[in-house]
């Protein structure tokens, strides 16, 4: 996208925002943000859950990294920031329902699978998704006898669940999940087919949520 249309979009916004009678901002100003839903969503610049969501500003709150991953919860020294936002959007903003969204064709997820090559590449990369590497020693034999490309969306799937277990290593996160006032949801996008799926914790399948009789368990 050329660079110029980041300032035309800039002017749509204000215009749509901030033109004569326009108080959404306002309100969000005065009254802060509340919004009930924590997205966990990829750094892929085609999987802005913002915009498959199609929310307004204040809407959900939003933290993206490659590949959608959450590290298990620890206190050491690091530099936890998808933890801190986390932490902020759960113990500050208590927010009800938190999603993680991987997607199909996740170039982090190829990252993992192909991990001595993109070592060679990148510095950072390899030792991030690393924390998922659980979910690729998992898929590797169960899905062998599979062709590549059904390979692959299996190990995204699987990514996507070894943030939603991470999820619950979070002393106030299980806190909330057990007094019922926190739900976590688990969503693979296809990108391909524009479907939305949920995992089911009843039956360890993701399942479409335009689908009939899912029925959505805590």
């Known amino acids: 996208m050329p660079f110029n249309k980041l300032i035309q979009g800039y002017k ?4 749509e925002h901030f033109g004569p009678g326009k108080k959404l901002y306002q309100t969000l100003v005065r009254d802060g943000q509340n919004p009930e839903v924590l997205m966990i969503g990829c750094s892929d610049s085609r999987a802005d859950p913002a915009i498959i969501m199609n929310t307004a500003p204040g809407d959900i709150f939003v933290v993206r990294n490659v ?3 959450v590290p298990a919860y620890s206190r050491d020294s690091g530099h936890h920031g998808t933890c801190s936002a986390i932490e902020f959007a759960v113990r500050g903003l208590k927010v ?8 199909s064709l996740c170039g982090g997820v190829r990252a993992l699978a192909e991990r001595d090559l993109v070592g060679e590449h990148f510095e950072f990369l390899p030792n991030w998704v690393d924390i998922a590497k659980s979910a690729l020693v998992s898929t ?4 062998e006898k599979l062709p590549e490309e059904e390979r692959a969306r299996e190990l995204e799937k699987a990514v996507v669940l070894v943030s939603y ?5 979070f002393p106030w996160i299980e806190e909330r999940l057990k007094s019922g006032d926190l739900t976590i949801h688990a969503w693979y996008f296809d990108m391909a087919k524009g479907k939305l799926l949920e995992y089911n914790p009843l039956t ?3 399942d479409d949520l335009n689908g009939k009789g899912f029925k959505r368990a805590k």
């Open 204 to 206: 360890h399948a993701f």
């Open 140 to 143: 590797q034999k169960a899905t």
């Open 67 to 69: 590949s959608a991953i």
């Open 165 to 169: 277990r991470n999820l619950h290593t």
């Open 12 to 15: 749509a916004f204000h215009k």
């Open 96 to 103: 009800k329902q938190i999603v993680v969204m991987g997607h």
